[in-house]
């Protein structure tokens, strides 16, 4: 990653007693920011907790000795299903319980949730950060009809009601594909939800990025690179975009929390996730109804999700805090850290 | 900072363990079965119904529901909450004398006794009206008011009804072609017939024995023809019980107060205990079990009938007090697990999957004792007659290797259709089958389209899971409807198995020539005998009813019949 000098900045550490003077990148000065904020340290030690998790969970499941489709009903009372002993089940061999009625154990089944969740939710901000950056270039950069017909797209994307189109497109597309006898793989539904987030997910990020690029074509080293004759390609990636990786990495940060929050809503409405495939919002919307019942069962789903969502966000306000320290005063002010990338990346602009 | 924080764990962790949960919750008796006569004495038809222990007289019964109740218009009412509420307002020529564990005596209402079979070929039926019943405004309930509520459910626009008495007068499917209520008002349709003010005469073409069961149905409730209002009378029934409607507000509230002249003598089961009966509609399944829970104000005379959902099951019977409060019943509502014969034609194959069924792991998985009760049968225990067998016993967890065996090392491929709202129960039974060596194939429907889609003859799929609600606790409404394959259809089929097997369709046109009450025991083996030979499908479970009412409710039963609470002996106390 190559900032322009333009962009370095006054704000590195003075030279202590002028000895030792050593040339750091603005990429190695955030990354020294990003150390010394114990926050985004913590919820950074969390998100890698919860990425090992999610991607050594065969492994767990071995060591565990249980797995994510197991069923031990006969560890539950035959009044109501609900699991004999205290707090949902919880034992030595089922360390968060076992689920009422089904009798499968928990604590493998959240492992594996993670999976599921986090793979759909990086997938998808993956997919709408590329779509929204490609279009959001191309529209800031090149202007006049590109750029009036891509806002047309954009405005026509953000009309669209999003849960009426995904409750009417995930039915009919099963069907499309799959016969009245042929089960539905779990790998459809993913690539399914993943598409219809990425459908309408890319908005936010191409509007971003197009004020960005506005706001910086006419500087003097866009012009300068323009004078030399450099070709669009150039222009767009070698000029304009390591300019804007800073918001473009925290709207990414702050995109992946809203769709493991997103597809756990989808599940609920019957159009994500299926039992008995191991998911947050299947299991968090299943266990809502045992509120009172068995709370241990809301508790661990509920907790989990909540560590993950808050984890990504606090990184990513922390990550923003680092990549651009001018908007840390205003950035802690602002009420929603979304509303804070753009208020960060306008002042930037200035 | 990190004290706090450990503390409010600790405390949310305490608050789910401080309890444990040990298995001694309540079950249902599952050794109960129906015990059902018609009575033959004319006096057991007679008034007043025996008083109930500790009933006093006044307050207002309040009966919480999430949604209304789909029809007033007695000749309309079909759901279960309307077939309990209707006996407050609609009388009928038969009722059921029922104590509330399974023991019926179907007895006469309006009439004087459940029919007389005239020519004893159960194809002419008389029925004598009692005297001194009297409608809301007091005039006199006659043969010639009954028979015009018959007449009127040949209306084409009073929809919802059962249609086995319109039926069977007509002897066609289509009565309402047959016979135009609206051309011919005034006229009887044909073979009702009033030949006196206290005589009601049906003849048909054909051998109807179950016409008393029938006639208890909320749909022979009389109407004198100046009061109908034809579909607004949903609004506002014309009362001949010992409640009368007095305010309506659809979806909101139905407030029902007494009818003074309504005289219980002339009733062999109805009381009269509370001043008022209010149906509340709105509260979830929860929402409404707190309430219940809370008994506070009007709550305290209150009954949720939605039940006690399975997430506060535990909290009730936790609780001394409230399993005071609580009624558990199994219900006549029987769920099996069909085969689609046409598509699983192996005998093996079907008979494999009834050693392979886990009822009790099932069981567990929707809800536990508290929701349903393990069946072997055909006919749930609450029908007459009812014989306990197990053609394939395998025990309550099903036996896999027996299953196996059956199989003889084949792994059949079969398509497990499932409702996309329980879909959980579609993983249980694909977790369970699949030990036994099925390969299942889990495939969703969606949930408003199910029952239609597995009624069509030639849906696709292999296995589905199925209920059925006789309207009357005899073999003749469930075995010959379930598994009689001359019946079969394109669509709309209650053979979801589709059998159809001369010598068993032969069996049940002997059977149901038969007189009633000789009738009982050739069901029960006739059960036995289709499943043995067909095997046409796994029983699973009835459903348990499991209620819960305020601490000044009283006299409130499960209905042997419908498996909902039934409220003719129902009173507040003082």
């Known amino acids: 990653m190559s900032l322009s000098t333009e962009i370095a900045r006054p704000e590195a550490p003075p030279p202590p007693n002028g000895i030792d ?244 809503a989808l599940s609920f409405l019957n159009i994500g996730i299926r039992d008995p495939t191991p998911d947050f919002g299947v299991m968090i919307f299943r266990s809502i109804d045992y509120l009172q019942g068995d709370p241990a069962y809301v508790f661990f789903p509920g907790i989990t999700i909540f560590a993950l969502v808050l984890a990504f966000n606090l990184f990513g306000d922390a990550l923003r805090d680092a990549l651009d320290p001018r908007s840390a005063m205003s950035a802690r002010a602002a009420p929603p850290p979304g509303g804070g990338v753009d208020a960060a990346a306008t002042k930037d602009a200035r | 900072m990190r004290n706090r924080v450990a503390a409010a764990f600790a405390l949310v962790l305490v608050a789910g363990a401080c309890s444990e949960t040990t298995d001694d919750g309540p079950s249902v008796d599952q050794q109960r079965t129906a015990t059902g006569v018609i009575a033959t004495d004319p006096k057991d038809s007679l008034g007043p119904a025996p008083e109930v222990l500790g009933a006093t007289k006044g307050g207002t019964f309040t009966v919480i529901r999430e949604v209304k109740i789909s029809h007033l218009d007695p000749q309309r009412v079909y759901s279960f909450a309307g077939l309990v509420n209707a006996p407050l307002y609609a009388r009928t020529l038969t009722t059921w004398k029922d104590d509330g564990k399974g023991n019926l005596t179907l007895v006469g209402d309006l009439a004087q006794t459940p029919g007389t079979n005239v020519s004893n070929d159960c194809k002419v039926w008389e029925f004598k009206v009692k005297d001194g019943v009297k409608f809301e405004d007091g005039r006199p309930i006659t043969a010639k008011e009954i028979a015009y509520g018959i007449a009127r459910s040949f209306d084409p626009d009073l929809t919802g009804g059962p249609t086995y008495v319109q039926e069977w007068l007509a002897d066609s499917a289509d009565y309402d072609t047959k016979w135009d209520f609206k051309a011919n008002k005034g006229a009887l349709p044909p073979g009702l017939t009033t030949p006196d003010d206290k005589t009601i005469r049906f003849e048909f073409a054909k051998a109807h024995c179950d016409l008393p069961f029938a006639l208890s149905l909320p749909a022979s409730a009389p109407l004198p023809p100046d009061k109908d209002t034809g579909v607004n009378l949903d609004n506002q029934p014309f009362s001949s019980g010992p409640y009368k409607i007095t305010k309506h507000t659809p979806g909101v509230e139905i407030v029902l107060e007494r009818n003074e002249h309504w005289d219980p003598a002339t009733d062999p089961v109805r009381h009269q205990y509370p001043d008022k009966f209010v149906w509340t509609f709105g509260p979830d399944p929860n929402a409404g079990a707190n309430r219940v829970i809370a008994d506070s104000g009007p709550d305290q005379s209150a009954l949720a009938f939605n039940g006690v959902p399975s997430a506060l099951v535990s909290q009730v019977t936790g609780n001394a007090a409230l399993k005071e409060r609580s009624i558990i019943s199994p219900t006549p509502t029987e769920w099996r697990l069909s085969i689609n014969t046409q598509r699983v034609t192996d005998l093996a194959t079907r008979q494999a999957l009834n050693y392979a069924i886990d009822r009790d792991g099932f069981i567990k998985s929707i809800g536990g004792e508290t929701v349903a009760a393990p069946v072997t049968t055909l006919m749930p225990p609450a029908t007459i007659g009812y014989q306990k067998y197990d053609a394939y016993p395998a025990g309550a967890n099903g036996n896999p290797d027996k299953a196996k065996e059956l199989l003889a090392g084949k792994t059949p491929a079969l398509v497990l259709g499932v409702g996309d709202d329980v879909v959980e129960r579609g993983t249980q039974l694909k977790s369970n089958l699949e030990k036994a060596g099925f390969k299942i194939t889990l495939k969703t429907i969606p949930a408003d389209a199910k029952l239609d889609e597995t009624k069509k003859k030639d849906n696709p799929w292999d296995l589905y899971l199925d209920s059925w609600a006789a309207d009357w606790p005899s073999g003749a409404s469930i075995l010959p409807v379930l598994f009689d394959g001359r019946s079969i259809k394109a669509e709309g089929n209650s053979n979801t198995s589709y059998v159809n097997d001369d010598a068993i369709n032969s069996e049940f046109d002997r059977v149901l020539a038969m007189p009633p009450a000789d009738q009982a025991p050739e069901w029960a083996k006739l059960d036995e005998r289709i499943m043995r030979e067909l095997a046409p499908a796994v029983p699973v479970y009835v459903e348990v009813a499991y209620y819960l009412h305020g601490s000044k409710a009283g006299g409130v039963f499960v209905s042997s019949v419908f498996g909902y609470p039934s409220f003719v002996n129902a009173f507040v106390k003082q």
């Open chain 1, 21 to 264: 003077i050593a040339g750091r990148s603005p990429g190695q000065l955030a990354w020294a920011r990003l150390r010394r904020d114990r926050v985004a340290v913590i919820s950074g030690g969390v998100l890698a907790f919860f990425l090992l998790v999610a991607i050594l969970a065969p492994l767990i499941e071995l060591a565990y000795g249980i797995g994510p489709y197991d069923q031990f009903q006969e560890k539950l009372r035959r009044s109501d299903g609900m699991p004999l002993g205290y707090a949902g089940g919880i034992s030595g061999e089922h360390w968060f319980g076992l689920e009422p009625g089904s009798g499968r154990d928990i604590f493998i089944r959240l492992v594996y949730g993670i999976r599921t969740s986090l793979l759909i939710a990086v997938m998808a901000a993956l997919l709408t950060s590329l779509i929204g950056i490609t279009l959001g270039i191309l529209a800031g950069y090149l202007g006049g009809w590109v750029d009036a017909v891509i806002g047309w797209i954009t405005d026509l994307a953000l009309a669209l009601p999003f849960l009426i189109f995904a409750l009417a497109v995930m039915p009919t597309v099963e069907l499309r594909f799959y016969g009245p006898r042929d089960e539905v793989p779990t790998w459809f539904r993913v690539a399914v939800l993943i598409g219809i987030f990425a459908t309408f997910g890319w908005t936010g990020m191409a509007r971003l990025v197009r004020g960005q690029v506005i706001s910086l074509r006419e500087r003097e080293f866009v012009e300068a690179a323009r004078a030399c004759g450099a070709g669009l390609g150039h222009m767009l990636f070698r000029q304009l975009l390591p300019n804007l990786w800073a918001p473009i990495l925290v709207s990414f940060s702050l995109a992946v929390p809203a769709y493991v929050t997103g597809e756990a």
